[in-house]
């Protein structure tokens, strides 16, 4: 079983939709989260950092986690075609070693 | 710019020979992570040093090699490659164990023929 699972998508939405982007998890023993954002292929780059449960909010996008369910989800509010990557999730239990998702691709329609 | 600096950017090579792959932190990053990227396996973790010392390995082959310098620049050696080695290589620096999450260079796309 894999540590991180991830749907690949691909998501496609319209503008100005809110996106909801999921993982779950195997360990209960994570407990740092982190999503990255990734264009064509260049490095990911990070989005949110979390440690341990709730919620975090950095403008359009909020981070949240449900450690009941082993269950990390991104959301962002009024999408731009901007937004359109590939979205990874990195869970980690030491915050050394963090273990990526496959990432979810998505697309959003002006 | 991230601050993370990788070079070369693309690296074209043949089956059986070896290159290596070079990356500088963030400035004041103490620790550094190098990441396998294809496109089936997605982002495998390979290995963290940390100061110079080795902190974490994952599942790095061993026909690969890495180590980090005391200015704390790394380097990592891939050998014997195999058309399968083709993929992204992604380093990413942080400042001590990751906390604050990771910053990643813009990778080494090496392409084994």
């Known amino acids: 079983q894999k540590e991180v699972e991830q749907d690949p998508g691909p998501l496609s939405v319209p503008e100005g939709a809110i996106v909801s982007l999921n993982c779950t998890y195997s360990?209960?023993?994570?407990?740092?989260f982190m999503w990255y954002r990734q264009y064509s292929r260049k490095g990911p780059e990070l989005l949110m950092y979390?440690?341990?449960?709730g919620n975090k909010e950095d403008g359009r996008f909020t981070a949240q986690v449900d450690k009941s369910s082993k269950y990390i989800s991104l959301f962002i509010r009024d999408s731009q075609p901007s937004d359109s990557a590939t979205y990874l999730c990195a869970i980690s239990n030491t915050g050394n070693q963090f273990y990526f998702g496959t990432g979810t691709s998505l697309t959003v329609i002006p | 710019d991230s601050g993370v600096t990788q070079t070369p950017k693309h690296l074209i090579t043949a089956t059986g020979q070896r290159v290596t792959l070079r990356c500088s932190p963030r400035?004041?990053?103490?620790?550094v992570y190098w990441y396998q990227q294809s496109l089936d396996q997605g982002l495998q973790f390979l290995i963290q040093?940390?100061?110079?010392?080795?902190?974490a390995k994952g599942n790095i082959l061993e026909r690969f090699s890495a180590q980090q310098f005391p200015d704390l620049h790394s380097e990592l050696n891939l050998s014997s490659l195999e058309l399968g080695d083709s993929a992204l290589y992604f380093c990413?620096?942080?400042?001590?164990?990751?906390?604050?999450?990771?910053?990643f260079g813009s990778g080494t796309r090496l392409t084994v023929v």
């Open positions: 990413a620096s942080s400042t001590s164990r990751g906390a604050g999450g990771y910053t």
């Open positions: 360990n209960s023993a994570f407990q740092y």
């Open positions: 979390t440690y341990s449960s």
């Open positions: 040093y940390y100061n110079g010392e080795e902190r």
């Open positions: 400035s004041g990053d103490l620790s």
